[in-house]
Structures are given as structure tokens and as C-alpha cells.
């Protein structure tokens, strides 16, 4: 993306429920001790049941989106940081089922 403002224009431009995107999204958290400030707000994702994204090292969920984290410490910014992986996703046009394992690293 070059901006927000077309990250924004290109979310806007999609007409589905589910977006998988490597993205900031402000309003979260980078990792243990530092939130983000970078990237659209949350609400530039609510037409979407689920969001998953995997920019951001520090397995989260807020409202409907869910950044994956990383499944092992990548740097020092990671010490504490809730580390998760994706154990599956299943969209079959009717449910979506979820699975995640999560470890702290310290």
C-alpha cells in the first residue's frame, strides 16, 4: 500500500466476508510494551466478519480481528510477547472454526 487512504480505497473496493492481509492496524499492539499507531483503525475493517492478518508478531484478537502472531521469538522486541499459531481455519460458506495454541516467550 502506498497510504492509508488507498489501503483504505482497496478494503473498501472488496466485497467479501473474510480478508487475509499482511497489515498495521492501529489500535493494537506491536508487541508487549509498544501499540501501534501505524495503519487504518479497526473500524476500516468492520464490513468484514473476520480479518486475519500477519504483520504483527503479538497474537491478538480485538473485535473481529485476529492478528496470527508468530509461532517463535523473532527478535528482542518479542520477549513476553504472546506467541500463537493458526491451527486451522475452516471456511466452508457456513462456519468458520478455529483453533490456536499460544506460548510466552520470556
Given at each position: 500500500r502506498k497510504d492509508n487512504i488507498t489501503e483504505k480505497e482497496c478494503i473498501n473496493s472488496y466485497d467479501a466476508?473474510?480478508?487475509?492481509?499482511?497489515?498495521?492496524?492501529s489500535q493494537l499492539r506491536y508487541n508487549f510494551f509498544r501499540d501501534s499507531v501505524s495503519g487504518n483503525s479497526i473500524d476500516a475493517y468492520s464490513k468484514f466478519k473476520y480479518?486475519?492478518?500477519?504483520?504483527?508478531?503479538?497474537?491478538q484478537e480485538k473485535e473481529n480481528i485476529i492478528i496470527t502472531g508468530c509461532p517463535y521469538q523473532l527478535s528482542r522486541g518479542d520477549v513476553q510477547n504472546k506467541k500463537g499459531e493458526l491451527n486451522g481455519v475452516m471456511i466452508d460458506g457456513v462456519s468458520l472454526k478455529m483453533g490456536c495454541k499460544g506460548a510466552v516467550y520470556k
Amino acid at each position: 500500500r502506498k497510504d492509508n487512504i488507498t489501503e483504505k480505497e482497496c478494503i473498501n473496493s472488496y466485497d467479501a466476508d473474510y480478508l487475509f492481509c499482511h497489515v498495521d492496524v492501529s489500535q493494537l499492539r506491536y508487541n508487549f510494551f509498544r501499540d501501534s499507531v501505524s495503519g487504518n483503525s479497526i473500524d476500516a475493517y468492520s464490513k468484514f466478519k473476520y480479518v486475519f492478518s500477519g504483520h504483527i508478531h503479538y497474537r491478538q484478537e480485538k473485535e473481529n480481528i485476529i492478528i496470527t502472531g508468530c509461532p517463535y521469538q523473532l527478535s528482542r522486541g518479542d520477549v513476553q510477547n504472546k506467541k500463537g499459531e493458526l491451527n486451522g481455519v475452516m471456511i466452508d460458506g457456513v462456519s468458520l472454526k478455529m483453533g490456536c495454541k499460544g506460548a510466552v516467550y520470556k
